[in-house]
């Protein structure tokens, strides 16, 4: 059966692993097996015409109608599957990657994530005879204009409008010449908060840097801050599913520490209530909740897992250390310009981001990636269990080691030949020795190969 689903959907260097003629059979297989209408939007690349048309087309040929909602962030075309009517979405997007890259999203039919079996129910599909509809079966497409306002309204909607706008806020935002360009802005505008922006002309080339929001690229944000005094700087990748924040000093925070401070901040307005996130992100986050009465459930790596453990559970807030942040009471994704909406009101009603996180409990983290061939994989987490007989261990996504002094969490890539290592201390040297020993550990074994 030919693989085409990895960890975010489908998605690869443009008419090289990604052609006109993999996305058409994607229409096709997709409209197969979830019969009715699809939503589609895209982002800002370049690609994104050729892969909506061809993606559309196939869908079109089976008989199945298209709604083209334009340029959106991810999060948006997924609130506009949760409240209408349609069978499920596709966003054309690459997230995060670099331009030449782009990709094809599935949405289900209440705007969560494709489930893997959903997935693997295409794949099947990909490879077999589908037939086509006859000529006057054959679907239409819609172009619906004007969706940014109807998104930024239902954030708008979970809000406290009134009070964002009397703190008279000044924040700094970057768009990463992205979709969120047609959002983001828009929200703050409506929310009554000054927006110094950078990178909101969405660019498929990504001019202003890589669409990854790390500290290394979100250099003009951090002295942007500084430079103005302003409360805040936020950032999107590509597709806005993600933002990541800089604090009133210009310092860059990473995804756990943000995850720690908004679950703190919602679950004490809550009085109570669950987290999820991924076993890899900070144990701040335990503490922090736990020290005001809620609890945090921890699932393996990957935001749908995450959203799904919320439905289950009924939590309230979740998300993962790379920024994406999922809102219960809005939709069980990770959506970006929430989280934008749920900073403003956290730090309105906390005081400045720099002394939550100075509050927070303090912890170093080391994170690695040594190359290692796929089919070494299995043997080698085999291998790193065998040499920790004895402690306390969690096997729910690679192979966890809990001790009294921190943790480390060793995982094959999903998606690439390679294998991770997480640790984490509240001692810099622990950590650092922590993350040598296992790091020795994959190396003595890969030469032992
Ligand atoms: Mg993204």
């Known amino acids: 059966m030919t693989k085409l689903f990895g960890t975010n959907g489908v998605r690869g260097v443009i008419n090289e692993d990604l052609t006109s003629k993999v996305a058409l059979q994607v229409g096709k297989a997709l409209a197969a097996v979830t019969p009715g209408t699809i939503a589609i939007a895209t982002d800002a690349r370049y690609t994104c015409e050729m892969l909506l048309s061809a993606v559309s087309s196939g869908i079109m040929a089976v008989g199945s109608n298209v709604i083209f909602l334009g340029m959106l962030p991810t999060p948006a075309l997924q609130y506009y599957v949760?409240?209408?009517?349609?069978?499920?979405?596709v966003m054309i997007t690459a997230s995060h990657n670099p331009p030449e890259f782009n990709g094809i999203k599935v949405i289900a039919s209440d705007g969560t994530e494709a489930t893997p079996e959903q997935e693997a129910a295409i794949e099947a599909k990909y490879d077999e005879f589908i037939p086509l509809a006859r000529w006057d079966r054959v679907g239409s497409m819609k172009t619906v204009g004007g969706y940014a306002d109807e998104y930024v309204n239902s954030i708008l909607s979970k809000l406290d409008v009134d009070k964002i706008k009397e703190a008279n806020l000044t924040v700094v935002l970057d768009c990463a010449n992205g979709a969120?360009?047609?959002?983001?802005?828009?929200?703050?505008?409506?929310?009554?908060?000054?927006?110094?922006?950078?990178?909101?002309?969405?660019?498929?080339?990504?001019?202003?840097?890589?669409s990854e929001p790390t500290e290394d690229n979100l250099q003009d944000l951090i002295s942007m801050v500084k430079k103005t005094g302003a409360v805040l700087g936020m950032a999107h990748d590509g597709d806005a599913d993600r933002c990541v924040f800089v604090d009133n000093e210009g310092n860059y925070v990473p995804g756990d520490v943000a995850l720690a401070v908004l679950g703190k901040s919602l679950i004490k307005q809550n009085g109570g209530g669950i987290v999820v996130t991924s076993l890899a992100a900070s144990s701040a986050i335990g503490d922090s909740i736990s020290s005001i009465g809620g609890e945090v459930i921890r699932t393996a790596i990957g935001s749908p897992k995450v959203a799904r453990k919320m439905m289950e559970v009924g939590s309230?807030?979740?998300?993962?250390?790379?920024?994406?942040?999922?809102?219960?009471?809005?939709?069980y994704c990770r959506d970006g310009a929430m989280a934008i909406g749920r900073m403003l009101e956290c730090i309105i009603e906390n005081g400045p981001l720099k002394n939550q996180i100075d509050a927070l409990p303090k912890y170093h983290s080391v994170r690695l990636k040594i190359h290692c061939p796929d089919n070494f994989k299995a043997d080698l987490i085999s291998y790193i269990d065998k040499s920790t007989e004895g402690f306390?261990?969690?096997?729910?996504?690679?192979?966890?080691?809990?001790?009294?002094?921190?943790?480390v969490l060793v995982r094959p890539s999903g998606t690439e030949p390679l294998f991770r290592i997480y640790a984490e201390s509240s001692n810099k040297t622990t950590v650092e020795q922590m993350a040598k020993k296992y790091e020795e550990m994959v190396v003595t074994f890969l030469e032992s190969m």
């Open 392 to 407: 306390n261990k969690d096997y729910t996504d690679g192979l966890k080691i809990i001790t009294d002094s921190g943790w």
């Open 82 to 89: 949760k409240t209408h009517n349609v069978a499920g979405g």
């Open 180 to 210: 969120s360009a047609y959002t983001s802005p828009l929200l703050l505008k409506k929310l009554g908060v000054r927006a110094i922006t950078l990178n909101c002309n969405p660019q498929g080339e990504f001019p202003g840097h890589r």
């Open 316 to 331: 309230i807030f979740g998300g993962e250390e790379n920024g994406g942040l999922i809102f219960a009471d809005h939709q």
